[in-house]
């Protein structure tokens, strides 16, 4: 194995715990900043694979915008604490979906992809390698992006505000 | 150098406990950050057959990923706020008006 994959191990492991955590924490607001931990190191996984722009724009987007939002649509609502409470009864259910989908998947994929077949070569990943792709090839779906954001704004503002005119 | 089915893996665990993490709780901004986990999951592997490939265009999906999610959680909070303002309560499994 080479450094990067021992790199990449540690932070993966720190990201798959981040998200055990998440899904089991009895705390919502402990629940939110065990995302950040997951999100985190999702973004020095894009980092290690030599995406710099898609990392930089995770932290800030995710860790920095996203999280905000739930923190304060937790404090906004009025959450119990303990499992019971945020927990339904289809926990065991869920467990085995959940177990089931990751042994496909990992069955899947290493029969798709064997250990010793291509490496990744961490390529290029600057702003500008992006941003050149994006404004030459893809510049109608950054349009609609670009709508969908305007109309979830608007929407947002819609659905939150108060009536007091009915 | 990073074996391609390590990263798949994980990516594979993320979206996993993303899955559980839908199906068994029932608070629902807990939920959404459990969709969250699953968005991330796919962005990994975007990434990474992006740098596996040579081809940017993986890397600009990621991007659009983030984006969609950001409009996602936003009107997703909205409308747990507006349930939360007419019913006293997040919880999914209690919002049933429209069950058959």
Redesign the interface.
């Given at each position: 194995m080479s450094s990067q994959e021992y790199v990449f191990v540690v932070l993966a492991l720190v990201g798959i715990v981040g998200a055990f955590r998440l899904v089991t924490a009895k705390n919502v607001v402990h629940a939110a900043l065990y995302l950040v931990v997951s999100l985190a190191m999702v973004g020095g996984v894009y980092l290690l694979l030599a995406a710099e722009f898609v990392a930089w724009v995770q932290i800030l987007i995710y860790v920095g915008a996203i999280v905000i939002l739930f923190l304060f649509g937790l404090m906004l609502t009025k959450a119990p604490i303990g499992r019971e409470a945020l927990d339904n009864q289809q926990r065991g259910v869920a467990f085995l979906v959940g177990a089931a989908l990751l042994a496909g998947l990992v069955y899947l994929i290493q029969d798709a992809f064997p250990w010793d077949g291509p490496k990744i070569e961490p390529g290029t990943g600057t702003a500008e390698a992006v941003g050149e792709s994006i404004f030459s090839r893809f510049v109608l779906p950054f349009e609609a992006v670009s709508f969908l954001l305007l109309a979830a704004l608007i929407g947002a503002i819609v659905l939150s505000r108060k009536d007091d005119a009915t | 150098?990073?074996?391609?089915?390590?990263?798949?893996?994980?990516s594979?665990?993320?979206?996993?406990?993303?899955?559980?993490?839908v199906?068994?709780?029932?608070?629902a901004?807990?939920v959404?950050?459990?969709i969250?986990?699953m968005l991330?999951a796919v962005?990994?592997n975007l990434?990474?057959f992006?740098?596996?490939l040579?081809e940017?265009?993986g890397?600009?999906f990621?991007?659009?990923v983030?984006?969609?999610?950001?409009?996602?959680?936003?009107?997703g909070?909205?409308?747990?706020?507006?349930i939360?303002r007419n019913r006293?309560t997040?919880n999914v499994?209690e919002v049933n008006l429209l069950k058959w």
């Open positions: - | 150098m990073i074996r391609l089915p390590l990263v798949l893996t994980f594979a665990v993320l979206f996993a406990t993303g899955v559980y993490g199906l068994a709780r029932r608070n901004v807990l959404l950050m459990a969250e986990l991330n962005s990994v990434i990474a992006s740098q596996a040579g940017i265009a890397q600009v990621a991007l659009f983030i984006a969609v999610a950001a409009a996602e959680v936003g009107i909070l909205a409308i747990v706020i507006l939360y006293e997040i499994d």
